[in-house]
């Protein structure tokens, strides 16, 4: 071993210079950790469709992306050491974009669902669950528990699974009357839409987004029994794109470990639906 007796100002001078070294080493390792098109442009590609508050959606007044995936992609983001180009896109075409390489990763309240793995890995970061809801006032006095909705009209977004989920549960639930009439509609608020207009007699909704709903518009909905099925949401990652599944994952960990997911769980009353554990593809 070799000791060097230095001035105090150089023994400073060089102890602030191997911070920095180690410091510039520590960012280094951590954008090394990003597939090589990001770690250079510093930029992730997110596809968004904006209109699923509180998750994501856009403010009234000046019209900015805001919601729980938008402040937790940008808390993602920052951990990375990149920003977030988000992109607006129809729910449709959000895992279409995906793997066709227009976007990096999709964060859209996005069931993980088994049908979507084969295009893509799922980094599940809430729990969401299908809720039957009906209106509250004497249009909906007729219904008190989740089988008296049994051969009637129920409404839900298409492009989500509570389609199926309900077609599941009515088969399960209906036996011996007549099975739930499932409506498909293009997205939540039109089959709140619905239910108002008495198209239909009850809607379906996730557990997640429901509470929202019913905060926007007091004493119209009410929700009937528990939620009936459960799937987590996850963050969509192209398979081909192992690096960045594995970037983002470690980000979401961190996050969850030092207690800023949490922070902004509850910013947005989602403590219910929150995650203590990050899986993946619907397993740990």
């Given at each position: 071993?070799i000791?060097?007796?230095l001035?105090?100002?150089l ?19 951590e954008?090394?950790a ?12 997110v ?9 994501e959606?856009?403010?009234p007044?000046?019209g ?9 992609g940008?808390?993602?983001?920052k ?8 992109q ?13 390489g227009?976007?990096d ?9 088994p049908?979507?793995r084969?295009?893509a ?11 039957f ?11 008190h528990?989740p ?5 009637k ?16 549960w ?6 011996g009357k ?10 939540t608020?039109?089959a709140?839409?619905?239910?108002k207009?008495?198209?239909i ?7 997640e987004?429901l ?8 004493n ?9 099925a ?12 192992p ?5 983002v ?5 961190k996050?969850i ?7 902004i769980v ?5 403590q219910?639906?929150a995650?203590q ?5 619907g397993?740990?």
């Amino acid at each position: 071993m070799i000791t060097l007796n230095l001035p105090g100002s150089l023994s400073r001078s060089l102890s602030i210079g191997l911070c920095a070294l180690l410091f510039g080493a520590a960012v280094q390792a951590e954008a090394q950790a990003l597939p090589d098109a990001i770690a250079r442009t510093k930029v992730i590609k997110v596809a968004v469709n904006s209109i699923y508050p509180p998750m994501e959606y856009k403010d009234p007044e000046s019209g900015e992306l805001v919601g729980f995936d938008i402040d937790l992609g940008n808390a993602i983001a920052k951990q990375l050491g990149v920003k977030l180009d988000w992109q607006e896109s129809a729910f449709e075409q959000l895992l279409p974009s995906l793997t066709t390489g227009r976007v990096d990763m999709v964060l859209s309240g996005m069931s993980d669902v088994p049908g979507r793995r084969d295009a893509a890995d799922f980094l599940d970061y809430l729990n969401s669950g299908a809720q039957f809801y009906i209106l509250s006032g004497a249009q909906g006095s007729a219904m008190h528990q989740p089988v008296d909705l049994c051969g009637k009209a129920v409404g839900t977004s298409r492009s989500t699974s509570f389609p199926a989920d309900t077609a599941a549960w009515s088969a399960a639930h209906c036996v011996g009357k007549a099975a739930v009439t499932v409506e498909g509609t293009e997205d939540t608020s039109a089959a709140r839409m619905q239910l108002k207009q008495g198209r239909i007699v009850a809607g379906v909704q996730g557990s997640e987004t429901l509470p929202y709903a019913m905060k926007l518009e007091p004493n119209t909905y009410k929700p009937i029994g528990e939620p009936f099925a459960t799937s987590p949401e996850g963050i969509a990652i192209a398979k081909s794109n192992p690096k960045l599944r594995d970037a983002v994952k470690a980000a979401l960990d961190k996050l969850i470990a030092n207690g800023t997911y949490s922070a902004i769980v509850a910013k947005w009353g989602l403590q219910s639906s929150a995650v203590q554990q990050l899986t993946m593809n619907g397993t740990k």
